[in-house]
């Protein structure tokens, strides 16, 4: 079994920065597809950006391009969103995802939350205006 337990999650401001981490523990070996995911109350949780363990693309909601960083740590097992100019409507529950997979995130379900077999349990961020 693989754990996974976010952190770094609290309140910003508008126009700041906050940085997620996710380490990854237990049976993690071989190459994962990574993502981070988040949710507000009342709507369906969003893949926010997924990077490969191994060699591959990166991934990112059109809603964070250009704000958001992913990037890892693969001696540490750890995930790390940096997150910069955050907006009031980035105040979510964040949650760190993985699947085992040879090949890669796909571009076309990276963000489809039905793929993921292990989930922390999300760090909440709260940005105020």
């Known amino acids: 079994q693989v754990q996974l337990v976010e952190s770094g999650g609290g309140s910003v401001q508008a126009g700041g920065s906050l940085r997620l981490s996710c380490a990854a523990s237990?049976?993690?070996?071989?190459?994962?597809?990574m993502v981070w995911f988040r949710r507000t109350p009342g709507k369906e949780r969003e893949g926010v950006a997924a990077?490969?363990?191994?060699?591959?693309?990166?991934y990112y909601a059109d809603s964070v391009k250009g704000r958001f960083t992913v990037s890892q740590d693969n001696a540490k097992k750890t995930l790390y969103l940096q997150m910069d100019s955050v907006k009031p409507e980035d105040t979510a529950m964040y949650y760190c995802?993985?699947?085992?997979?040879?090949?890669?995130?796909?571009?076309?379900?990276?963000?489809?939350?039905?793929?993921?077999?292990?989930w922390g349990q999300g760090t909440q961020v709260t940005v105020s205006s």
């Open positions: 995802a993985a699947r085992s997979t040879p090949t890669g995130c796909s571009g076309a379900t990276w963000n489809d939350d039905r793929y993921y077999k292990f």
């Open positions: 990077i490969y363990t191994g060699v591959g693309s990166i």
């Open positions: 237990g049976y993690f070996y071989g190459s994962y597809c």
